[in-house]
Structures are given as C-alpha cells and as structure tokens.
C-alpha cells in the first residue's frame, strides 16, 4: 500500500488534449501518484489529488512551488489546421516543449516523458515531424536526468475534434490491424497514457525511445 512519503508527483502539460485527458484519468485513479498538477490555460474537472494551475502558456512562470514535481509529462500538440500557421504551429510543438524541457532541468525534475510521434526525426522533410524530432532532440539535450520519447502511430481515441482523414485511416486500421506488422498498428490512447504513466513513475535515468510496437 502507497503511502504519502513514497506517492508520486506528477506535472502534466497538456492535460485537456485526447493522450493529456487519458493520463490524468489514469494518474488521478493510480495509488503510486499523490498529486497531479495540470498546467491548463483553463479550468478542468476538480479531483482531490489535482491541483489545476491555469497559467499563460506565452509567460511560463519559471518560479513556482508546483515546479518541484518527480516527472513531466508532456502531451503538447497542434495541427496546422487549428494553429492556422507553420510559425503558431512551431510554437506549441517545439518552442513550448523546449520551454518546459529547461524549466524542468532548472527545476531538477528527474524525469521527462513526452508525447512525439512515429518516424519524427529532425532530417523529416514535412514540417510536422521534422518539427516533432526537433522536440525530441531539445528535450534530449536538455539536462534531465530521464527522458522518455513515446512515438506512437495514428492514435485511436474518442477525439472532440473531428479530423476527416484521420477517421478515415482510424477506420480501416481497425480492419487491418491484426494483419498488420506491430509497428505501423493504430495505437489505443488508453494503452498508451498508461505506458507514458508508468514510465513516469519508474523514472529510470538515460533516454529511452519507445516506437509504436511499445504500446501494442
């Protein structure tokens, strides 16, 4: 049985989007965690064990109680449909994770798990996962003790957001998954929150790459 001295604290960024939502379900419902700080801009469903802290994500507060924390998630992510702009885009995908990734080091949180996806790489020539392998690079060199970079494949989760071509590749990965090879498999968001949840709370030093077969 946890008790307060060994629970866990965890700050997550990105609380309110589909893999934000499913980690704080999870986190809020885990014995190992005795507090969640959500970092939102604003106010979620309140929880005993979560202290919501609405900032302004273009000031992150450098000093702040809440920073000492024994792992960061983080689940930032855009499209260019809803940023409007490759410069909007670039700012939440890249410029906030380096933003939170040297605050972290600053802060000595010993662990950062961030939410990427498969094949990012900084060499990408589409926008969107060069940008998310530069996100990795930076969280990489940032000083932290841990990190983990989860890549999963087309997520598949209840979103708000109606995206057209992703339902589409939702719908017949369902169909062709079990004839698929682990890798390029559609990846349930609740399998993987749970994966990024437990590597949060081992908080094992060295970087760790987890490819979409991880959450299979």
């Known amino acids: 049985m946890e008790t307060p001295a060994t629970q866990k604290t965890i700050l997550l960024v990105g609380a309110t989007g ?20 959500a970092l939102t801009r604003k106010p979620i469903t309140p929880h005993p064990k979560l202290l919501n802290q609405l900032i302004d994500f273009n000031a ?52 950062f798990v961030l939410n990427s996806a498969m094949m990012a790489s900084t060499k990408a020539k589409g926008l969107y996962l060069r940008t998310k392998g530069e996100a990795e690079q930076t969280v990489k060199n940032a000083g932290i003790p841990g990190v983990v970079i989860a890549r999963p494949g087309l997520l598949d989760g209840d979103r708000e957001e109606f995206r057209v071509g992703e339902e589409i590749g939702l719908m017949a990965s369902r169909l062709l998954n079990p004839l698929l090879p682990k890798r390029i498999r559609s990846v349930k968001v609740e399998k993987l929150a749970r994966v990024m949840l437990e590597e949060a709370l081992k908080a094992e030093q060295g970087v760790k790459v987890l490819e979409s077969e991880s959450f299979q």
């Open 60 to 111: 992150i507060p450098e000093e702040a109680p809440w920073w000492q924390a024994d792992a960061l998630i983080c689940t930032l992510g855009t499209t260019i449909k809803v940023a409007k702009t490759a410069e909007q885009f670039r700012f939440v995908d890249f410029t906030l994770v380096a933003q939170f990734a040297a605050l972290a080091a600053q802060h000595a949180v010993p662990c």
């Open 18 to 37: 589909l893999v934000g939502q499913n980690i704080l379900a999870q986190a809020l419902a885990n014995p190992q965690v005795g507090k969640v700080v």
